[in-house]
Structures are given as structure tokens and as C-alpha cells.
């Protein structure tokens, strides 16, 4: 016997919306691991590393995660 789910697009867009939401950049930076964000309008590949000690830097991840400082 088959079963047949019906998916709930509303539940699905929640939970979306909550992945989304969730930051744990402070959990990070308060357990001494950077944390990286990005920032409206930041190019593909380009991120901010943020430091525990508040230190940041612009860095650029390529495509096999290599990471360079492009700025201070």
C-alpha cells in the first residue's frame, strides 16, 4: 500500500523563513570562532569574517573554499 502526503506549502514556507532567520553569528563569536556574514549587495564569493576579539575583514571564498584577505 502506498501512502499519499499531501505537502503543506504554508508549514514549508515557515520553516524556510526560519532557516533563514536563524543567526548564530554572537553564539559563534562568544564561543571564540569567527563568523562570517554577508552584507546587501556583496558580490559573489565576497564575505565579512568577523573575529571574536571584533576584528573584521573583507575576504574572498573561491570555489574550492580557499580564503583571501581582501581588505582590513
Do not use: C, W
Request: charged letters at 30%; glycine letters at 6%.
Amino acid at each position: 500500500m502506498v501512502q499519499k502526503i499531501e505537502p503543506d506549502i504554508e508549514t514549508m514556507f515557515e520553516d524556510i523563513h526560519s532557516i533563514e532567520t536563524d543567526d548564530n553569528t554572537k553564539e559563534l563569536l562568544q564561543n571564540g570562532v569567527p563568523a562570517y556574514i554577508k552584507e546587501r549587495g556583496m558580490a559573489d564569493g565576497f564575505m565579512i569574517k568577523l573575529y571574536p576579539n571584533g576584528t573584521k575583514e573583507t575576504v574572498y571564498i573561491d570555489e574550492t573554499f580557499h580564503e583571501t584577505v581582501v581588505d582590513l
